[in-house]
């Protein structure tokens, strides 16, 4: 007797306007190892206009734009802000990247004008001279394995009391200063990693639909896939810098 | 003397690089402006017509030497960065290359492409009449950041010339809101009518360049090519001067502008776009363009712009730099009925960006249908990220191995009947000597 399958639907923000690194892959790799794994999957993408009801989903993704783009967006963010922080302050899964990290939080500081954040963290970005550009291996507390990928921000973020994503072992991070890398706080993954991020860690990917199947449906234990492909993309990485 | 000096040791250099077997070097105009800094600016200002810069994500290249082609064909005699070398270094070994010893240049045109970002510095030395614009995609990330900084380093270029004539694509949001931004006389080109192609691909700049709102489209092409119009400020497609109508793709390209049909064997829907702007640009130059049919029938498209090699069967082999040039490439092999096996080559030196999260912005999901493709072989120096990505693609029967030569053989060896191989920038060279040592092998 086999149940009626789990279910998770992935709200996409903005993709229209958010996709500038190769983002799409990241829904792509949350969705094919829950569908892999027999768990029925729905990706939403959602437009500029279009209403978000954040019940209905199970893991929020937010990728990257220019800054022009994100100026757009946030216009808008500013008009979803309270139901956003609802849903995280609620455990609500938060994947967010690049832009949509710095977006996350209280403000993104250009040279000429300032991005009204989402203050779903209590972090702040200030342009800085220079970009922040390349290859990148972090090391997490939760994870046994390296998160890998690349970097390519304007903006110096900057965590205050939050806990990294992880350690940065080589790149740059949030700030190119002080060793941290993104943030990890109640179910939001925020971070700078680009490559895109979820098909080179499929370890990461994992744990994201974990935490999103666990809120919905209690303790939950993912069926092992094989990740050799997967892990050989990250090892190539993590070599370059040994 | 120090130009004749520095004239003299880019010719040796250029000779010795031929021997080498090297192409499209950038080292002798290096070499070149070292010992004479001044030596681009004499030599191009002694061109005795006018100067055309060619500029754009993709296109260049072809745009360029199909305009060298039509300008020769007059009877000009014309300086031309053939290969592709297009920063000031190998524009200085294009110029230098064409000199005489004494370093007297004796040509009435000069065609030169010009990296995006090279512009501001390229036309400190040389002055051109007409700049071609042919698009604007993403392209190289992590070396140019965004788009909008290629935008901001070609409104740099623009604004360092006097009385140039922007040749634009009217059908390129990106390249018209350049222009109005950067005003002075243009002449534009596209397409007229809605030719089916579209497919759903990822669309970048279509958002208006004036007031962030959301572009509508009549129709549109592929990436943001297309006929759009900003419903808030009214921003919209100029009418083209140049304009292709009755298009038809079922056999090479065909369509009509100005008032001639024009045909070619070659494929790839971007090619109209190439052969547009190359007339357009020929065309201001007073040229009536007489055997243009058989000036396009002689051009063959440059290495690696779907090259055909012959090891057993056809081996078709396509340079693509970005999304936007991988997915027309993709179109072309999805489009070809036979069966087929696909090697993707894809490197990650400074040359090609570092960065290749853009091989997730491809359609690769698209080689799947049909069922033509037989075998997918993932190669280059990121050859285990091809593999990642054509894995969760959904496509099956996929092989990971790195080595080039090692990829194309293994692919030869299935009895399909025909192998695509599909390359990134500095994978060109390298792919095309060992497709070449193969079929010298038959």
Known sequence: MSGTPMRLTIGHLYPELLNLYGDRGNITALSRRAAWRGIDVTAIEYRLSDEIDFSALDIVFVGGGSDREQLLVCKRLGEIKARFQEYADGGGVVAAICGGYQLLGRYYKLKNETVEGLSVLDVFTESGEGRLIGDVVIQTDFLEQPVVGFENHGGRTYIGSHAPLGKVVSGGGNNGTDGAEGVRYKNIIATYLHGPLFPKNPHLCDYVLTKALEKKYGAVTLSPLNDDAEFAANRFIVNRFA | ?442
Not at chain 2, 76 to 104: I, P, Q, W, Y
Not at chain 2, 186 to 194: A, K, L, P, Q
Not at chain 2, 266 to 276: E, K, Q, V
Request: glycine share 10%; charged share 25%; net charge neutral.
């Open chain 2, 1 to 442: 003397m120090r130009k004749i000096l520095a004239v003299w040791v880019t010719k040796a250099l250029i000779l010795l690089g031929k021997l080498a077997g090297k192409k499209g070097s950038s080292t002798p105009g290096a070499a070149a402006l070292k010992i004479y800094p001044d030596i681009l600016r004499d030599l191009s200002s002694q061109v005795r017509c006018d100067i055309i810069a060619v500029c754009g994500t993709n296109g260049k290249t072809t745009t360029n030497n199909l305009l060298c082609a039509m300008l020769s064909a007059q009877g000009n005699k014309v300086v031309c960065n053939r290969v592709g070398a297009n920063m000031l270094e190998g524009v200085t070994t294009a110029f230098a290359d064409s000199a005489d010893l004494f370093g007297r240049i004796d040509a009435d045109y000069a065609c030169i492409e010009v990296d995006e970002i090279s512009t501001v510095k390229v036309f400190g030395h040389l002055t051109p009449r007409y700049m071609v614009i042919t698009n604007l995609f993403r392209d190289q990330l992590d070396r140019y950041g965004e788009i909008d900084i290629t935008v901001d380093y070609l409104s740099r270029a623009a604004a360092r010339l006097t009385d140039a004539v922007l040749i634009l694509n009217a059908d390129d949001p990106l390249v018209t809101a350049f222009g109005k931004k950067a005003g002075g006389k243009h002449v534009y080109f596209g397409i007229g009518e809605d030719t089916g192609i579209a497919r759903g691909e990822t669309k970048e700049g279509r958002f208006c360049g004036f007031c962030g709102g959301e572009l509508a489209y009549d129709y549109y092409h592929y990436s943001q090519l297309g006929s759009y119009r900003c419903p808030g400020c009214g921003f919209v497609r100029p009418r083209p001067d140049f304009e292709a109508v009755n298009v038809d793709l079922t056999d090479g390209i065909a369509f009509d502008t100005d008032g001639r049909r024009i045909s070619v064997d070659y494929r790839g829907f971007y090619n109209i776009y190439n052969i547009l702007a190359a007339y357009a640009a020929a065309r201001q130059t007073g040229a009536d363009l007489g055997g243009l049919q058989r000036v396009l029938g002689e051009y063959r498209p440059q290495i690696g712009r779907m090259e055909t090699f012959v090891i057993g069967k056809p081996v078709i082999f396509n340079l693509s730099k970005n999304p936007a040039g991988f997915n027309q490439a993709i179109s072309t092999v999805s489009d070809d009925k036979r069966t087929k096996d696909i090697v993707v080559v894809i490197n990650d030196n400074a040359q090609d960006g570092r960065d290749i999260s853009w091989i997730w912005d491809v359609d690769f999901e698209r080689l799947g249908e049909g069922g033509g493709t037989r075998l997918l072989v993932a190669s280059g120096i990121r050859h285990n990220d091809v593999a990642v990505r054509l894995k969760y693609a959904g496509l099956d029967g996929f092989e990971d191995i790195g080595d080039v030569k090692s990829a194309i053989t293994r692919a030869l060896a299935t009895p399909s009947e025909v192998l695509y191989v599909l390359v990134n920038y500095t994978a060109l060279f390298s792919t095309q000597r060992v497709l070449k040592e193969l079929e010298g092998k038959q």
